[in-house]
Structure formats: structure tokens, C-alpha cells
């Protein structure tokens, strides 16, 4: 559970100086550019005094400050708020998907991180998914790591698989510790030889308790899936991307839960 404190009083009038679009809008052209006074009026097709208003009002909280030249730029404090924006925006563009999925016991750490999210395209439906998922696998030249609470590999996906890894692609996986392996897949595995990579240690394999969210990032694209409410990983809606921001953010989490997994025991999982 996430728990976090403030000083309200102090806080709501930090936020109060955020709640206008168009203070909004002079920090956001800010963090491109310096510009004076004049030059906001005209991008942002607004009076001088409307500027010179809201300028005012972010110089005194100390979101901007001017220089010699009568320009303005964020400060190191304004730059910091700045940041945060697009974590709210995924989340106000999002808000639908949201009251039905849950972020589980994401760190803290990767919450406040998931502006890096915002860039991705929604794709819904169970054979779409799927088929996202084998195109993800298929497109890797380097490497490919996925956390799974369950096992959705098809024949076509684990036929991309056997191929990645006989071009030596690394293959790592971390694994619910109640997933369920069906028979016939654990069947394919051995006829496919996959035994021999694990030997190699170009696939390798780690179990972790409370898989709430899955993930799967190469190095070319990435998708998370999150938990429905019920804390069950819904797999018919996948967030997917190739934005380098959106990769980096999978690709951290993959790594921070490598760190908390344990290594992988056939005989432990069904």
C-alpha cells in the first residue's frame, strides 16, 4: 500500500498556481525556450497583460525567473514540477481504463515514473494481444525479458521463440510463482531443445511472488498489462509502445524485479 504525507496548507496554493491553462501553457513553451513577455503573447495568441499576469504570479512561486535580457526560464524548482505533468496526464487520459484495473503493489518509485508510459497505443482483444505479442518477440535483434503470472505462448509464438534463441538472442523470464505450465506446453519446450539454452544461460528463467503486473520489453518495443480489480493480470488489454521513454520504464521494472525474484524450481510450479 502507498502511503505518502504533505503539508496541505503549503501544497494547495503550489497547486492553485498550476490550476490555469494558461500558466500551464507558458511553463510547458518555457521548457523549450526562453522567451520575454512578448513573444508568449504572440505564441499563445494572448494580451500582454494576461502574460505579464500569470508570468508574475509563476516568477513569485518560483516556477520561472527573468534575466538581464527581460527573458524568462524555469527554474531547477520549476523544471522539477514540470516533470511530473505527464504522470497526471496518463493517468487523466486513462481514467476509464483505471476504474477497472489496478496498479497492484507497484513501488512507489515507478508510479511516480509513469508519465514515461504516456506515449503508447491501447490494443484490446485477446487475439490482438496475442498477435502483438508474437510480432514483439519476432522483431527483437538483442534481447527479450517478460514477467508472466500466466503462460501465453501459442504454437506460432513459441515457434519465434525457438528461432530467436537459435540466433542467440537472450531470452529472460520471470515467472508468478503460481503460474500453471499446461503439460503439452512443458512437451513442446523439450522437443524444441530448450534445455540447451538454459545450459547456455541465453534463457534465463526466475519465480516471483505477487505478479500483479506483466511485462514484456526487447530492444525495440515494449507492452505492460495490468491487473483488473480482482488482481487478476487482464491479458485482453495491452499498453504498447516504441517510445524509448515507455521501453526504458519496462525495462527498469523488469530489472528491479529480477533483483526481488528467486531462481526458478520446475518443481514448484503446476
Known sequence: MLFVSWDSESISSELFELASEQRLDILQKLSKNKLNNSKLAEILDATKP????????????????????GNYSLTTYGKAVLVQIPSITFFSDNKSYFSKHTLGNLDAKFIQRLGA???????????????????????????????????????????????????K??????????????????????????????????????????????????DKEAAVFFSDLEGTIDLSQMFYSADPKFREWCCDYFEWCWEQSVPFQEAKLS
Open 117 to 167: 508510459l504516456t506515449n503508447k497505443k491501447n490494443i484490446k482483444g485477446y487475439v490482438k494481444t496475442l498477435e502483438k505479442w508474437r510480432q514483439i518477440h519476432e522483431n527483437a535483434k538483442k534481447y527479450i525479458y517478460n514477467i508472466l503470472s500466466e503462460v501465453p505462448y501459442s504454437g506460432d509464438v513459441v515457434e519465434v521463440i525457438s528461432k530467436q534463441l537459435k540466433n
Open 50 to 69: 494576461e502574460i505579464h499576469r500569470n508570468v508574475s504570479r509563476l516568477s513569485k512561486s518560483g516556477l520561472i525567473e527573468k534575466d538581464t535580457d
Open 169 to 218: 538472442i537472450e531470452i529472460h523470464s520471470i515467472f508468478s510463482d503460481d503460474v500453471i505450465i499446461p503439460e503439452e506446453r512443458k512437451k513442446i519446450f523439450e522437443e524444441k531443445g530448450f534445455q540447451k539454452y538454459i545450459q547456455s544461460g541465453n534463457l534465463k528463467r526466475k519465480i516471483k511472488k505477487d505478479v500483479d503486473i506483466a511485462v514484456l520489453v526487447t
